[in-house]
């Protein structure tokens, strides 16, 4: 029987695996938890997540929403276990991480044709591999992984964001809804007036960061942009991102506030939140001192603060093809955010179609081909050649996907279109 070996546990390494062994491949999965950490790891657990709303929009109109419902109708364990841990955030998929990493960690252990081992792999194995150790990999791997790839040193820095507990909101200043009251009332939200806001951006423009070495605002990844990063870019740049107040009417003025920052929900227990787009890399204590200026957040508790790291992606239109392997070496693939897909969403996807195809060559069945009018098929195709000029990470987008032979008037209903388009084909592959 054929046998593949997966270096890591994350998203991408556990659908992969998933995938493989659903097909009647053995598989051997290295992870190096619980002996060593990367800098973002927190817990033992497999596909740990850094953000409750790491999966981000669950609707249609929103390519990544299309990507998960993809990926729901091809089988995928991440899926299964975020679906079952999904814990109220309006109309976007958030999950109760703890809860989440465990499933997929009792599935995967528990599959008669999954091997699990313990332990920090150093050099690239024999055989079948994948490789699916993440962006931040280090050490011997990512010197093995150069070898491989002579254009490796390409970079970009990823950034996450405060979480607060409840308890510590002021709740006379803030309120509960989603916006545009569109679902249910599942975010906190701290309005700020005009004075309130100005002084506020201008503190987060001049306070002090952490030490990075290397670092610079325009090497980062805009889908992650930290906020003080934002601030410097404009007084109004946050008000038109992730302060934006439209479609939020504050129930005790009646009208849409100056700034609104949102708070998301982080646990199962709803007993914190993220605050959502506050990604930063400000010190601890400046992250306290400034964002206690929003007045909802006065006295917050501040559970985790922001952190800073550097994520490492391949050149990859010129290393992968349309199935993610290594053109100079086909034994070997690679999937998750090395790649150079950006999002957890997008990483799980990559190692999902790595996984199936891989088992397809293996048991001497043709390729799918996921077509460009899919989510999957557009994503893997941008990054084995999609891209102009330097390739930088990607989000799922509808900009990828191929457009519709027809015109359809109004943006949503287009990408309705789109997705509709999308699952019908997807109904007639067999993965």
Known sequence: MSRVTVVGAGLAGSECAWQLAQRGIEVTLYEMKPRKRSPAHV????????????????????????????????????????????VPAGGALAVDREGFSRAVTERIEAHPNITVVHEEVTAVPDGRVVIATGPLTEGAMAEAIERLCPRTDLHFFDAVAPIVTLESVDMDSAWFASRYDKGTADYVNCPLEKDEYIAFVTELQNAREAELHGFEDDRVFEGC?????????????????????????????GREPYAVVQLRMDNAEGTLFNMVGFQTHLKFPEQRRVFSMIPALKNAEFVRYGVMHRNTYLNAPTLLDRYYRLRSDPRISFAGQMTGVEGYVESAASGMLVGIET?????????????????????????????????QPMNI?????????????????????????SLEILAGIRG
């Open 397 to 421: 987008n509808f900009g990828l996907i191929a457009p519709l032979d027809h015109r359809v008037r109004g943006k949503r209903n287009k990408n309705a279109a789109l997705s509709q388009r």
């Open 43 to 86: 817990s033992d657990g497999f596909a740990e997540l850094v953000c409750s709303n790491s999966l981000r929009s669950d609707e249609l109109t929103n390519a990544v929403g299309l990507l998960k419902e993809e990926m729901r109708r091809l089988g995928s364990l991440i899926m299964t276990c975020a679906d079952s841990h999904r």
């Open 225 to 253: 942009m930290p906020v003080e990063v934002m601030a410097r870019r404009g007084l109004d740049t946050l008000r038109y991102g992730p302060l934006k107040p439209v479609g939020l009417r504050d129930p005790k003025t």
């Open 359 to 391: 088992a397809r060559e293996l048991l001497g069945q043709p390729p799918v081909d996921f077509p460009r009018e899919t989510a999957i098929g557009a994503l893997a195709l941008y990054i084995s050649g999609g891209s102009v000029g330097d390739f």
